[in-house]
């Protein structure tokens, strides 16, 4: 009976410290304490992971400044948590192993990254701020060869792509006779497509008219008709909501007082919204 006695209010002081924790917590809730927003502030930095090599979403340049829209919309982050920015490299093909990683080395990735459901079911995507869809970049005086994908799906046309992300996934999905070629460094595949190394380069309709602005060998002639259609978000892990609802919110600010539509100007970006 003293056994049976002892026990129970072992029993009776454990259910007593979990209740007194979990009241101690959602004190905490209640009071408006945000753990990864809390995080960011107490560091006085946002860490952000992009790849750099995506204009005019995010670039990095050789002396190791980034620009972009993506890299402004970060910025507009960084000062409404009133800290200071800084990048982190990441790629296409490790995007999400950097993403998830352990111990976590950025808040959240931006520049170029498609809303996808695949993206959704193992981590967070904000709301869409910028259209997008796939496209081709091809040289000049060929553009009024491909009018379609059958005229790109050809076995003599060599297809160029980036490794790792949505493009290549794409072409291989889709262009079943073409020649897929895998260029590592995917700033460089428009100048191989201008120079004859490629015919054309599956792309986006946020990259190609960059391109085509800064480089007149190269035209973009399905860019009104891309064959995909989707939106670019931030990412980041799960777990992390507070920091979630609070881009959406920036994002729909800019939305609502035209901020966003100037950045789509200021790129030469389609605006949708």
């Known amino acids: 009976m003293k056994k049976y006695k002892f026990w129970s209010i072992t029993l009776w002081l454990v259910l007593c410290s979990i209740s007194v924790l979990a009241s101690c917590e959602n004190n905490d809730n209640s009071s408006g304490k945000q753990p990864t927003i809390e995080r960011i502030t107490e560091r006085g930095k946002l860490l952000v992971g992009t790849t750099g090599d995506y204009r005019p979403l995010s670039y990095k340049e ?149 391109y085509v602005q800064n480089d007149k060998r190269l035209a973009a002639p399905l860019l009104n008709a891309p064959f995909t259609h989707g939106e670019i978000g931030v990412l980041m892990r799960k777990g992390q909501d507070d920091l979630l609802s609070l881009v959406n919110s920036i994002i729909t600010q800019m939305k609502a007082d035209g901020t966003l539509r100037q950045l789509h100007e200021k790129y030469g970006l389609v605006y949708g919204y």
């Not at 050789?62 to 009133?82: C, P, R, S, T, V």
């Not at 959240?108 to 709301?127: P, V």
């Not at 297809?159 to 079943?176: D, I, R, S, Y």
């Not at 895998?182 to 460089?188: A, M, P, S």
Request: charged share 20%; aromatic share 8%.
């Open 62 to 210: 050789a002396d190791g400044n980034y620009w972009g829209f993506g890299i402004e919309m970060a910025g507009k982050i960084a000062e409404q948590l009133g800290v200071s920015i800084a990048y982190v490299q990441t790629s296409w093909p490790t995007l999400t192993a950097d993403v998830l990683a352990e111990p976590q080395t950025f808040d959240f990735a931006i520049g170029g990254i498609t809303i996808t459901d695949a993206r959704k079911e193992t981590m967070l995507m904000s709301d869409g701020y910028l259209c997008n869809g796939k496209t081709i970049l091809c040289r000049a005086d060929e553009a009024d060869r491909y009018q379609s994908l059958a005229d790109i799906d050809k076995p003599e046309v060599r297809v160029m792509v980036n490794p790792g992300g949505l493009n290549e996934k794409f072409a291989l999905a889709n262009l079943t006779h073409a020649q897929i070629i895998v260029h590592q460094k995917n700033e460089e595949i428009p100048s191989q497509v201008a120079e004859g190394k490629a015919d054309v380069m599956i792309t986006e309709i946020t990259e190609a008219p960059w």
